[in-house]
């Protein structure tokens, strides 16, 4: 087999996320293959086109598509054609067994999938109320919240609030602070809290690789490992 990556040409008329996360599922499938990607995002003229097809003519290699565009499509594959190397368009497929399924034509305009939607608004006033209650800020103010994350410090209370703002879920996060009483908006909170927890031995590690301090950790009450049950119920659930 020979070892040297193969170029691999993603074309997509928006972002290239789709073409990414299918590429990313499928080259697992090929553990010994390697290979290299050339990313062409955002590929919605003619004159773009064939800048891709200059580049794949510099680069050659195999080509991953996800153009909606008839035309776009038909100057894509002849171009390949004309240069030898063979092209894939991963919506095609689908989208014409959802053709037959539904017995309708699909539109097939360039990022169809990015609309400003009752959903889209919904993730973008998450992302907001996550950024506004991050860290037990206005924590007398979590009325509005679909759920609460609390836990010590490094239990990814805050990059878990954003993946779920992602989905459109108000999350708030509430830091557990050694020997601080819990907020009274958290208290009263009748929706849904969820507590975080990481093990004793994996947080001080954690905090030692953050603050630089090995030498001199144990001098700083919330650096040893015997305070942190203590100080932070870091392996103890909360509710």
Not at 186 to 209: H, M
């Amino acid at each position: 087999m020979n070892n040297q990556p193969i170029i691999l040409h993603l074309v997509s008329e928006a972002t290239g996320q789709a073409l990414e996360a299918v590429m990313r599922a499928c080259s697992a499938q090929f553990q010994g293959a390697e290979f290299s990607p050339r990313n062409w995002n955002l590929v919605r003229t003619r004159v773009q086109v064939g800048r891709v097809l200059a580049g794949i003519r510099d680069e050659p290699g195999p080509v991953l598509s996800s153009l909606t565009s008839p035309d776009l499509q038909t100057m894509l594959r002849v171009g390949c054609a004309r240069l030898g190397v063979q092209v894939k368009n991963i919506l095609d497929g689908t989208i014409h067994f959802l053709e037959q399924q539904t017995g309708t034509v699909a539109e097939r305009h360039p990022g169809g999938q990015y609309v400003m939607d009752d959903s889209y608004r919904r993730r973008i006033d998450a992302m907001q109320y996550v950024i506004a209650h991050d860290d037990g800020q206005k924590a007398t103010d979590l009325s509005r919240a679909d759920v609460i994350l609390v836990g010590v410090s490094r239990t990814s209370k805050t990059p878990t609030c954003f993946y779920l703002a992602n989905r459109g879920i108000k999350a708030a996060n509430i830091p557990l602070v050694p020997h601080a009483p819990l907020p009274p908006g958290l208290v009263e909170f009748p929706g849904l809290v969820v507590g975080l927890t990481i093990d004793p031995y994996t947080l001080l590690e954690i905090r030692r690789s953050r603050v630089g301090m090995c030498k001199c950790c144990f001098k700083i009450p919330h650096m040893c490992c015997r305070k942190i049950p203590q100080h932070g119920y870091g392996d103890q659930p909360l509710r």
